[in-house]
């Protein structure tokens, strides 16, 4: 602003905006000293004078509005906006009927004017003139009505030509048309949808959620924008608010199969196993025709049946039942895997003939499922049909099944050169590496090196057995099953193999399961050790045994493999002179009590034994035992690994005799292995246990 008064040089236009930049601020006062300003230089600033006038208005200052807006009409007569600013503030002063001279000028005009039939509706309501009132109200309606059709006509233009763009793949000029719009109608659903699912295709979770949300908010009875939303929450892994946003809607507007189908997605997708059995099994009876719920249920029944061990007869009848039902209506993929699934059940119900045929089923509608044929490995090894178990068991590495290795390096097979160094991975868990583990000479002796990962509670014990193979402790990864081996090792090795591939090297060149019955090696000062102390707890007469009943898993309690503990309390009966070790490793000290208080005698446990993590000492007292009674655990591998004999007993198929033992990979008799099957639902396992305990007095009273 240049001015005579001023010491400093401004334009009219930068001192207007500096004006507007404070008013926007909410510095008025500044702004007000801005404007009259710039007024003093150009009083007929027709900008200043409407902007001061509602200065005034705030301020309640009406009577100086109007002769500023009086002025300003006197320079620009035919200013609608100046003449309806008049209006209002002749209004407030509570002068209707000038104020309304003023509107009707206007709508001579500009009938349409929607600001100016408001103030005329507002002032015809006041002056008692009801019917013009209505008029007014009713011209309004239709006018906003007609405004808003013809927006929407042209919004709906501009969506289709979205859609085409889409279509055509050019996301950003559909994006940038879509912004337009919401520029106009910030909260059209329509657009805000389009907008959505258009980030949503680009797997712009988070922006998409953020609309989403909106639309939530705009309209809680919003069906797809709530099932979206709880959609791509659960992308995110924002499972629980992806649940909360479902429980909210269904609160809100009572069932809705679309958003509790959603709802059980979101458990099933959390591995919220019971959780999802609970919901799904109600969504079941409410939707009874509905697959993805049938096929959802059905899914988390068999998870909460895998997680929980509930092998009880009731518990896997139901879940035949559940996985019928879903294979109604099923496409071909799920058909075929709901019919894995009973396949499976099957298999834990000891039904191996019908599991078979399920197997059967799903090869004749997928003859190339290498998943189908890996899974029949178990039963395979069952029924000792070693070609058929070797050939299937290897397909476990392709389905990622067994281990992974992302090494470019080639597989070792027996053929392979001596120069090799040749990685050995570990599977599963310690007992599947004790009894892979038998056979690693095979390899030492034909290669040039040996490196094997293990378990690193392993590497005294392995490393005693095997004093030339290099042994590399590892941590297991929690997804898959992706072993982290050092790189300087993984760098020396040429070839590489899973641990439980050696037997079917040795398999296909000598017959056997085994390089070595037995392997066990220990230093004179831990054999001693050990020794001492079984011999100090014994009394003397009576065999020395050592006793394991489950795995260390809490949650693997009701396990049709294990026996509880007044079934262990009656094999301890059977042995009334015998002295009882306890091989039981985790926390077990209440079974322990409880096994003492119904079978009268105390199992020893042997002070400074550590269980879970000291096998080489472990090892040691297994084979200071007479013999060693467990469950087909860690504890069953480790004793096989020295000469102690073992008799476990195992779940088998409802054809299993548990009166006679049965091998275990190769002959009992030399790696005194003695496996003893029941059948799976077995009830009563009390006469199993006095066979098992008859066979163990005959083959101590013959030796």
Known sequence: MTSEHDSTSMTLEEAFNLGVEHYQKGEKASSREIFEKILAVAPD???????????DMEEQEFAAAEAKLRHAQSLAPQDLSLILDLAIAIKAQGRNKEALGFIEEVLSYDPANTSALQLRQELTALMGQRGASKRDQYSLEAIQSQKQQQLDTEIQKTLD???????????????????????LDENNSATLHKWAQLLISQEKNIEASHQLRRLVELDPSDELATFLLAKVL?????????????QQFVRDNGPNALIEKQWLVTCVKEELWLQSDELGKSLVARYPEDNDIRYLFAFAKMQLLRERHNYTPESMQETLNVLEKALAGASKKRHIELTGYKGEVCWYMGDLTQSRQYFSDILQLNPDSKYTHWVQHHAFLHQHEWDKYYDAFELGIEQNARVSHNQDTPRWHTNASSEEVVLVLPEQGVGDEIRYYHSLGYISERAKKVFAACDQRLVPFLSNAYPDIEFVPVVRKQEGHTLDIPMHIADQATSWIPAGSIGREIYLTTGKHWAKPHYAVFPQDVKQKWQQQVDQHHTGKGLRIGISWRSGLGSAARNINFLKTHEVAHFIKQFPDATFYNLQYGECSKELKKIEKLSGKKVIQLDELDLKDDFLATAAVMDSLDLVFTAPTAVHMLTVSTTTPCYVYGAGSNESNFAEPTEYFGDMHEKQEFLFRFPPLMGNKYPMIEAISDRIKNDFREA
Not at 170 to 181: N, V, W
Not at 234 to 246: D, Q
């Open 161 to 183: 030509t979205v859609d085409t763009l889409i279509a055509q793949g050019h996301h950003q000029q559909a994006e940038q048309l879509i912004l337009a719009i919401l520029s």
């Open 45 to 55: 600033s027709l900008p200043v004078l409407q902007v001061l006038s509602v200065l």
């Open 234 to 246: 659960a992308r995110l892994s924002n499972y629980n608010e992806s649940r909360l946003v479902c």
